[in-house]
């Protein structure tokens, strides 16, 4: 692929010194006016960062995720007891003033609170990892089709197209008896594996697009590699996308997860998540403790919509086309 | 084979030319049906012949879809041509492939119309036009970011910009950042594609000036592609005029414009707006009737005739090949 | 503030009530970064029949001065001061309802993409009868009638089939066609056209002018064509306004702006394009680029980039009429 280093190197140099004709002296001079172009060179991320901190619902969905993630991070230290621990307190009781009780106990007498931050943990890896997972997949499918085109497109969009067609929730169902399940890597790998599609088809279409621009013509002109012309070329350009679709992919994710918990077939215990407790609770809502299933999920409804501030503020912010200055 | 050619081109001898296109055909595939199989073809470009000799300006004019771009791009291979030969510096480049292709772009380069998209927003100037440097060998970071630099001067940029992104340009900074990625391979041949047909009357000269300067300081030889006459005119030694994927007429630019022989031609500069209004006068105006066919489904005989105004029974019958009409000077026309 | 008035009273060279008169227009635009004055301080008179052309390059501020002079200026944009008489009605101070009817029936555009202004949903006839109906009480037959009768006036060979199609059916010049056809529905006093060949190819560019002049002809409306190509105007106008960050440089006739331009800006741009006969001659170049809309050079925008400028120049010089009747914004001509 590469040729060697001394011929171009002393093609190049064999003109040197340069001449510097006096012939383009007056596009020199003539150069566009001083004031045209900012004072600093702001990097590309700056700019992002910029536009972003101007996103205020973006900005505070951004703050809440991050709390969120501290809640999970640190959740164990801040919980009153552990999910495991043996509890000989009051069942079915109203939230009241006090860490403990603040928001209720279901009726085994666990602390909703508990729930609250132990859940936190399973639901924001499982939107996460199962992002990345489908993230990595689509992209590659996505990005591989729409470069190639061709044949190549064809395989890779069937391929697309026969998991797009996949019956999600009967073949869950039918894996998670196979494999025995609750556990949180099982969760993800299914969730990943079934939906990496709209990524996919997302990216592909995009890179056909980028494909007929002319900067990448223009690479293939300075004979580039395919590779280097999908990965550095076009797949930069087709970031921002991707960013925007996963982060509402996460959103997603932890929505599908506390769904699959509620009808059994996710976590099990002695594990807990929000979806758990929200299914757990499914039988005694009759009783009028309405505690139990409010708070994971106003939980989620917070994560969710924080997830879907944030990138709704990466669009914008990601956008290299609107110019600030 | 360069009998063939001198027949044809009986002034360029083999030694001067640099570039000799031989009945190229580059077709579109059309697609329709479930199935989106082959319907038929779109003949962008359909036999078409010439020669660009070392040194000089060949402008290429013609209204939208008449295949001026679609040879241009072939020419750097960036589309795969059905057939024909198109021989450089005495190499087909349709029968190159991988390596040896790769050292022939270093040679023939491109600059495109469309100064926003034709560089890649997430990349810094130093980067885009160093790549090709560093595809084609030059490892050394240190030496490409120097040349970076002198072609950014060359192109009458400051070459602090390396560091800086596309955004930060304004279109006629960013069309001289795209010649200064052409230019720093040392090409031989640049096609420029309608290279300032989207920039502002007052930055279209700059960068017309530019683009002649650099043609004398590295002895360039150019393909230039665009839709304004007068900038053909002004840039070019010859021009040839292509309509519905021919070349319909070829003469040197003086020639063309004083003598054309083509009505198509004629019809093509009566129609240039023009600000002085005792040229105005001089000129007798032709306004065609109709719009130019669609090339999916393209007029028997002489592709102009639906809207020639001289059109005969022959028109209809045989296309008119390319024939020489005077020196130096081709028209496709029964009648020329 | 004055002087808006006094100029406004000194149109060049016309007698008579202007059909319309455009006195110290500004139209703002809100960005994320600050405002940006696309028409800063713009006055000029139309008469009634006349033909005038505003040429700029773009960011010169010449498309918002013909959306404002519609009122199709929107947020982020708005129009701070300044007044668009239009026979004796101050057309900034009409509520919604009464703009709307002035829109397309007096005063009528015509833009420069006329797929994007044509909806691909309805035939080209069905459009322009609505057009018709919305200003006329006729029946659905009638203005069926007035389309095909349109269609026949703009040069549209076979109108009564023509009228069918849709959009995606006509060729660019024909859509254009169809646009001026939309534009002529309900006879208009003001035709604005927008760039109107901007998209075209130069044969069919050719047609569309012809047209137009031909129209002119035989319809009385005043004529206001917004176009970038310095060529254009010349062939198709009486009166040029030459306009530069917003603001008005030179406004004078055909010739005088062609055949002798005073300001250093028109000089410039004539100079720097091509023209036949000029191989081999180094092109003239307006040095540097127009500046950034949020950084205009106070005074007169042009001095950043003018081969005469001077210290007076940080001022924005006041109108000069000169002896021929033209009107030019330049410190140059400072008696």
Redo the contacts between chains.
Sequence with gaps: ?????I???G??SD?AP????A??A????????E????AE??G?WTLVWR?FI?HRIALIGGVMLILLILMAIFGPLLSPESPLSFNYFAGNKAPELNWRYLMGTDAQGHAIIMYILYGARISLEVGVFATVLTSIIGVLVGSIGGFFGGWVDAVMMRLTDVFLTLPFLPLLILLSAYTGGGNITFVILILGLLSWSPTARLVRSYFLSLRS???V?????????SP?IMFK?ML??ALSVVIVSSTLNVAGFIIAEAAIDFLGVGIHTPNVSWGLALANSESYIADGNWWWPLFPGLALLITVLSVNFLGDGLRDALD??A??? | MTEVLSEQQPAATASDVLLDVRNLKTYYPVLGGVMRRRIGWVKAVDDVSFSIKQGETLGLVGESGCGKTTTGRSIARLLKPQSGQIIFEGKDLLALKGKELKRVRRDLQIIFQDPYSSLNPRMPVGEIIGEGLMVHGMKDRRERENTVKYFLDVVGLRPEYARRYPHEFSGGQRQRIGIARALALRPKLIVCDEPVSALDVSIQSQVLNLLKDLQKEFGLTYLFIAHDLSVVEYMSDRVGVMYLGKMVEMAEAIDLYANPRMPYTQALLSAIPMANPAMRSQRQRIVLQGDVPSPLNPPSGCPFRTRCWMAQEVCVEVNPPLRNVGPEHDAACHFA | MALETEQAQRAPRQEGTPLLQVKDLHTNFQTMDGVVKAVDGVSFDIQPGASVGIVGESGSGKSVTSLSIMRLVERPGWIPSGSIIFQGKDLLKLDDEQMRRIRGEDIAMVFQEPMSALNPVYTVGDQVAEIVRAHHRVGKRAAWARAVELFKLVGIPAADRRVHDYPHNLSGGMRQRVMIAMALANDPDLLILDEPTTALDVTIQAQILDLVRNLRERVNTAVLLITHDIGVVAEMCDEIIVMYGGKIMEHGTTHQIIDDPKHPYTRGLLAAIPAMGMKGQRLTVIPGTVPSPLRMPSGCPFRTRCPNVMDVCSNYPTLKTLDDGRQVYCWLYER
């Design positions: 692929m590469q040729e060697p280093d011929e171009v190197t093609a190049l003109q340069w001449p510097m004709s012939a383009h007056d596009a020199v001079i003539l150069d566009e006016t004031d045209q172009v900012v060179p702001i590309q536009r101007r621009q002319e900067f013509q223009a690479a293939q002109a300075l004979g580039v590699s280097r070329h930069p350009n290299v086309r110019k600030v200055e």
